[in-house]
């Protein structure tokens, strides 16, 4: 760790400590200054087995308990702006109450304070807990720190029961997320001078049979752990032609499949095949959904503390990874998710107590 090390005090109150966390800047792939502080923060706790991959950090009691749980985030966060400047934060007096602006604020250093304040909190938590905190989640998935500490020590991570992703949900409940496929359409053409239309073959007007499939297309609505995941698959993008006086011999039809954590990565790319059969078809991504888990008795435990309806996440969110690692998952933080990555990102004050009272609620 570097002499100039920025501090961390995890007794301030948790606004305070989210303002100190948005102040220190980690956008993705520069988030060694702030990985340092939460390290050093969790360490002098001294009750921590606290493990460095990268600039993630994790922190784990070994109590012995019955159960695991995991409480993670990430702590990166998109570029700054200049018009307005993003940091340093602010507290100011929203509409419905002091709201506390600028980069972070939502997405999700409100949701890294919430955690640090718990592990400083619960000496003794009534499950062995996991903390997370990890970098590069902005970004191409190949940076990401769960992915690191699934590759490289997933032994951290998937002893768990249960994990609490405390991503911005607006301070409520939102059980696992939805799978997410992008795919290419491809129709093939002959091309020919656009005077002569009759020597060649459109490959555009091909495309028309493509996006009727779509436009008839009904998404399944899947109720999965209890929660209804609302499917879609919709055109993205389309692409064809080379000049004004060419009949295209290739269109490109780009669309996205947005499937419930009931299927599995074969499963939604099987479906995108049978619905575009007669075509080429090619996958480009896939990362597959995660089950809620609300079955589980560290996740009943969880939404009976905390007293709120429990939504379907239907995007999706490092939850998968979670899942992936065999461990159950649902968002949880502060914020309104719609102002994540805004110029004027901000979040109400009451919301980062809310949501720290609820998980000492939940372990204490």
């Known amino acids: 760790m570097a002499a100039s090390t920025p501090s961390l005090d995890l007794t ?19 988030e060694a200054a ?19 991959i990268g600039n993630t950090v994790v922190a784990r009691t070994a109590l012995g308990r019955a159960e695991r749980v995991v409480l993670a985030g990430h702590i990166d966060t998109v570029p700054l702006t200049s018009e307005p400047e993003n940091l340093p934060t602010r507290r100011v007096e929203g509409p419905g ?45 190949r940076y990401n720190g769960l992915l690191h500490v699934q590759q490289q020590a997933p032994a951290l991570v998937q002893d768990a029961d249960f994990a609490v992703l405390l991503e911005p949900t607006d301070a409520r409940i939102e059980g696992g997320c939805k799978g997410t496929l992008r795919a290419t359409v491809t129709t093939k053409g002959i091309a020919s001078h656009s005077a002569r239309p009759w020597k060649g073959h ?15 297309y009904r998404p399944a609505t899947r109720e999965v752990d209890g929660l209804e995941f609302r499917e879609a698959l919709n ?7 080379i000049a004004g006086n060419v009949i295209p011999d290739r269109c490109v039809v780009t669309v996205n499949y947005r499937y419930a954590p009931s299927l599995s990565e074969a499963d939604a790319e099987a479906h995108v095949r049978a619905v575009f059969d ?11 959904g995660a089950r809620p888990g609300l079955h589980l008795p560290a996740a009943r435990a969880f939404v009976e503390s ?13 939850v998968a990874r979670f899942s992936a690692m065999g461990v159950p998952a649902v968002n949880f933080g502060p914020g309104d998710p719609n102002l994540a990555h805004m110029d004027d990102e901000q979040c109400p004050v009451e919301q980062y107590g809310a949501c720290e009272a609820a998980l000492l609620r939940w372990l204490g």
């Not at 459109?202 to 008839?216: E, K, Y």
């Not at 996958?283 to 597959?288: L, P, R, W």
Request: glycine share 10%; charged share 25%.
């Open 12 to 30: 301030d109150d948790v606004t305070t400590l989210t303002a100190r966390l948005c102040d220190i800047p980690s956008v993705s792939l520069a």
């Open 34 to 52: 702030l990985a340092d502080a939460v390290e050093a923060a969790l360490r002098a706790l001294g009750r921590l087995e606290v493990t460095r």
């Open 97 to 141: 109450g002091e709201v506390l602006w600028g980069r972070g604020t939502v997405d999700m250093k409100g949701g890294v304070a919430v955690t640090l304040r718990v592990a400083q909190q619960l000496a003794e938590p009534n499950r062995d807990v996991t903390y997370v905190f990890y970098e590069a989640e902005e970004i191409d998935s």
């Open 202 to 216: 459109n490959a555009v007007h091909d495309a028309a049979d493509v996006l009727a499939r779509l436009v008839a």
């Open 235 to 241: 055109a993205v993008g389309i692409e064809g032609g």
């Open 278 to 288: 007669g075509f080429d078809v090619e996958v480009h991504d896939n990362a597959g």
């Open 306 to 318: 905390l007293g709120l309806p429990v939504e379907a996440k239907q995007g999706w969110t490092d």
